[in-house]
């Protein structure tokens, strides 16, 4: 008999199989990335089908499966999150795809899970573009792919002034290092990411900035995105043609 379990876990990704079943792939919070199949749940009376959609945060009973674990039943945890806002599902697409494709399988990070929870929660009421680069910098650092914001990846010199992104280095490059292609930021800019690495999403958030940092911000998130997915990101494909 299969082993029967409860995880909490986010749901990044749907995935339709026959008529009325469902593949989930869920971020959990003491498993990692899995995948749970839900046998019938698409069917018109299923109760639970309204409340395993992307995104929603719940707490699962699952049967233990050697590739797929099987879905038994489900709660809510914490509030519900917006179904019909267009805006909030666009930048949400972001977080869970960054989730799906830079985890492995199995492999327990629970900074993740918190991560995640707390972004999807804020981007209900914060600026979703900050919102999303904050995630990007605090999940690139949990999974240890986070460059250095502090020194120059090339001499080592601790930088104190505007500085550039190096995609062939994967790194920060002072002035003298730096060649004509790479990605200026200026110093408020790497102040600003310095910041984020070690921000407390759990209190309250306080700083400033103005559009263009804004700008350089998400140039180089995107670089550093690319730079480790060797893709684009459909979601980020999506949310440029808004």
């Known amino acids: 008999m299969a082993e029967i379990f409860s995880t909490k876990a986010i749901i990044l990704r749907i995935k339709q199989l026959q008529t009325a079943d469902k593949l989930y792939i869920c971020y959990s919070q003491d498993l990692g990335k899995i995948a749970v199949v839900a046998y019938g749940i698409g069917r018109g009376k299923n109760r639970y089908n309204g409340l395993m959609q992307p995104f929603s945060n719940l707490e699962l009973q699952l049967a233990a499966g050697k590739r797929y674990d099987t879905f038994r039943q489900a709660e809510l945890v914490g509030p519900r999150l917006p179904d019909t806002d267009f805006e909030f599902l666009t930048y949400a697409s972001v977080l869970t ?16 899970y918190e991560l995640l929870a707390q972004c999807l929660q804020l981007l209900t009421v914060r600026n979703k573009r900050l919102v999303v680069i904050i995630f990007i910098v605090q999940l690139m650092d949990i999974i240890g792919l986070g460059p250095s914001y502090q020194s120059c990846t090339l001499c080592g010199k601790q930088l ?83």
């Not at 795809?97 to 492999?107: A, H, I, N, R, S």
């Not at 102040?191 to 940092?213: H, V």
């Not at 804004?214 to 459909?234: A, G, S």
């Open 97 to 112: 795809e960054l989730v799906e494709l830079l985890t492995p399988d199995k492999q327990p990070e629970p900074k993740v």
């Open 160 to 242: 104190d002034t505007d500085a550039h992104y190096s995609d062939l280095k994967a790194g920060m490059i002072c002035p003298v290092c730096r060649v004509s292609e790479d990605l200026e930021v200026e110093l408020a800019t790497q102040n600003l990411l310095q910041k984020f690495t070690k921000l407390d999403l759990s209190s309250k958030i306080e700083f400033s900035i103005n559009g263009k940092q804004l700008k350089q911000l998400e140039n180089l998130m995107h670089r550093l995105i690319y730079q480790h997915i060797d893709k684009p990101l459909k979601s980020l494909q999506f949310l440029a043609k808004l």
